[in-house]
């Protein structure tokens, strides 16, 4: 899992903050339903607009074959309706804060 973020040098600290409290939150099954349900519809959106670029359809198929299985865009969107806020703190369960990348630019 990956959780990106644009933020300036100086919240960092802050933001790592807010980071950790979410996951916390999420491990915990404190998630709202109306947040589950706006998060479900725009998977689902970046989900049907990436069969419209080449480069989203060339990682969905590396991707296909690492984890050896093919799903169609129909049974991705069915698997995402199912979610349920228990699965979502089961699979945050596990999570560990692993690699943290902050880019420094010069300005």
Do not use: H, P
């Not at 349900?37 to 080449?54: H, Y």
């Not at 969107?77 to 199912?82: G, K, Y």
């Not at 699965?87 to 880019?103: F, K, N, P």
Request: glycine share 6%; hydrophobic share 40%; charged share 25%.
């Amino acid at each position: 899992m990956i959780i990106r973020g644009g933020i300036s040098k100086t919240n960092y600290e802050k933001t790592l903050s807010i980071i950790k409290e979410i996951i916390q939150k999420y491990q915990d099954g404190i998630i709202s339903c109306d947040a589950l349900e706006v998060t479900k519809k725009g998977v689902i959106t970046a989900i049907k607009s990436d069969l419209d670029t080449f480069s989203s359809i060339y990682n969905s198929a590396i991707a296909c074959a690492i984890n050896g299985k093919i799903r169609s865009t129909k049974d991705k969107i069915d698997m995402i309706n199912a979610l349920t806020i228990e699965d979502i703190q089961r699979a945050s369960s596990s999570l560990v804060l692993d690699t943290v990348y902050l880019m420094k630019g010069n300005k």
